[in-house]
């Protein structure tokens, strides 16, 4: 049987799982598997052999008789039977026990290697690969059964500090601590995971939003209840960030599902910083960039093109704002909810998200879900309670039938509809797997011409002379602009339009 040393799955300095062990587990058990079907096999071949060798001997012995039918013959066989069937039954038992004894070894081997293949060594829990097989199992079982499902995500906060301050041993502790609450505080047939470094995932059957929280709220008093003795005189409370997704809700995949509970953990992340609405806005750009940028980057995991449209449509809307005389506060709000306004897209399946035709009537009610998806991450933290309102809002129209509330007007928070504007010019001259790109000219005049039904006249006003300004210190916005003579017959039109 091939040796394979099996990598660890996760160190506890937090680093991520090796591309290569799935790999090194699977060849681990495919050898042992192996093997134990090689000796079964030389075992059974044994077995024909040594009744083959009986069988020749016991006609032998047949034949002396016939040949010898008196005298000399008749005592050669009958000590031959008396010497041989009790030499045979004996070796037969010898090598069946042997045998059994072999297999049930065997048997055991291939138990400690799936072990070894499906847990994490550390903590004893299903590792992320086996997080993800059961995952799919179960929103395959709760699809068919028209049930419902939850996935809890959570990162331990401390772990870092505690690895630079006690020690790795100190920080293995905590992980194994950490385990060791999740098993005892999970219902028996919830599945707690340790997803890697110092996140872990409870995968909950049945569960919907409201048992998650119990779960999550009981998690959280029994770290609260037990400290982890780092020495004699020093002990630590464990404390722990969750997010959580639920099937059919956040999603409708195993992948939805995790990027929705990490973007929902990353916010709730951000709330237990403190960050809240009575800071300034210097203070909450310090602490608010950093998790917006997370976020982002979730959104660039899951879809690049998502990450790119939104921050090429930020530049834009931030400029429009500070043309019509926003409040700095106001254009930071704006370009935050530019950055986020996609987030509810990462809750879709890949098969909505990137298909290269029009969508379906049921893909597009799904769809349309992902500004209030994005609204309820966002939403969760003090400090961008104008951000959600941008997200929640940006698909509105200002004739009032937009989605997903049909606000009109002025009951559009102002951010949005900026935002809509240069979403759409972004959206037009950079083209969607469905759709070619349109040229900046023809843009323009589309923009123009909704302006008093899609979009608000002033914001479209706002927008077309930006783009038309001759800013040569502006090099973002390079590529969207044209000529000042080429949008002056658009004005009219917005005016017109406004007036209708």
Same mark, same amino acid.
């Given at each position: 049987m091939?040796? /394979?040393r099996v990598v660890p799955a996760i160190d506890t300095e937090g680093k991520d799982e090796p591309d290569t062990h799935a790999f090194v587990e699977t060849v681990l /058990?495919?050898?042992v598997v192996d093997s134990v079907r090689q000796i079964r096999q030389l075992f059974f071949k044994l077995q024909a052999v040594f009744g083959g060798v009986l069988f020749l001997l016991t006609m032998a012995s047949f034949y #002396?008789? @016939?040949l010898l039918s008196e005298g000399l013959g008749g005592l050669i066989m009958f000590s031959t039977l008396i010497f041989l069937f009790p030499l045979g039954f004996v070796l037969s038992r010898i090598l069946r026990k042997r045998l059994f004894q072999l297999r049930h070894d065997d048997e055991a081997r291939v138990a400690a290697a799936q072990t070894t293949a499906n847990c994490d060594p550390l903590t004893g829990l299903l590792n992320r690969r086996r997080f993800y097989e059961r995952l799919e199992a179960e929103i395959e079982f709760a699809r068919r059964a028209r049930g419902s499902l939850s996935v809890l995500v959570l990162d331990m906060d401390e772990l870092k500090p505690i690895n630079d301050e006690h020690g790795h041993a100190a920080g293995d502790a905590a992980l194994q601590r950490l385990a060791q609450v999740l098993t005892t505080s999970v219902r028996p047939n919830d599945i707690a995971c340790r997803l890697g470094g110092d996140e872990f995932g409870i995968i909950l059957p049945g569960a919907d939003q409201r048992i998650t929280a119990t779960v999550s709220g009981r998690l959280q008093q029994e770290l609260r209840e037990r400290p982890l003795a780092l020495s004699a005189r020093t002990a630590v409370v464990l404390r722990v960030s969750t997010g959580l997704a639920t099937?059919?809700? #956040?999603?409708?995949?195993? =992948?939805? @599902?995790v990027n929705w509970a990490d973007a929902n953990l990353y916010a709730n992340k951000l709330a237990r910083k403190g960050a809240d609405g009575s800071r300034s806005l210097r203070d909450r750009q310090k602490v608010v960039t950093p998790v917006v940028a997370a976020l982002s980057a979730t959104m660039h995991i899951r879809d690049k093109g998502l990450h790119h449209h939104s921050r090429r449509a930020a530049e834009v809307a931030v400029a429009i704002a500070q043309r019509m005389g926003l409040s700095d506060e106001a254009v930071w709000s704006v370009q935050q909810g530019a950055l986020l306004h996609d987030l509810g897209k990462i809750g879709l399946a890949d098969s909505?998200?990137?298909k290269a035709s029009s969508l379906s009537v049921a893909e597009s009610k799904a769809m349309r879900r992902h500004p209030e998806f994005g609204y309820r991450v966002v939403r969760g933290v003090a400090a961008l309670d104008d951000v959600a =309102?941008? /997200?929640?809002?940006?698909h509105e129209r200002y004739d009032g039938t937009g989605y997903p509330r049909? @606000?009109?007007g002025e009951e559009i928070p102002i951010g949005a509809r900026i935002f809509a504007v240069a979403d759409a010019f972004d959206a037009m001259t950079y083209g969607r797997p469905y759709r070619a790109p349109l040229s900046q000219e023809d843009a323009l005049g589309e923009i123009a011409l909704q302006a008093g039904r899609q979009f608000d006249p002033r914001v479209v006003a706002a927008f077309l002379r930006v783009i038309g300004e001759d800013n040569d210190g502006d090099a973002a916005l390079d590529d969207q602009r044209v000529e000042p003579a080429a949008i002056a017959p658009f004005l009219p039109t917005i005016h017109m339009n406004a007036s209708a």
């Open positions: 091939q040796r /394979v /058990v495919t050898d #002396s008789w @016939l099937f059919p809700g #956040s999603g409708d995949d195993a =992948e939805g @599902l909505v998200l990137k =309102e941008i /997200v929640y809002a940006h049909g @606000l009109a």
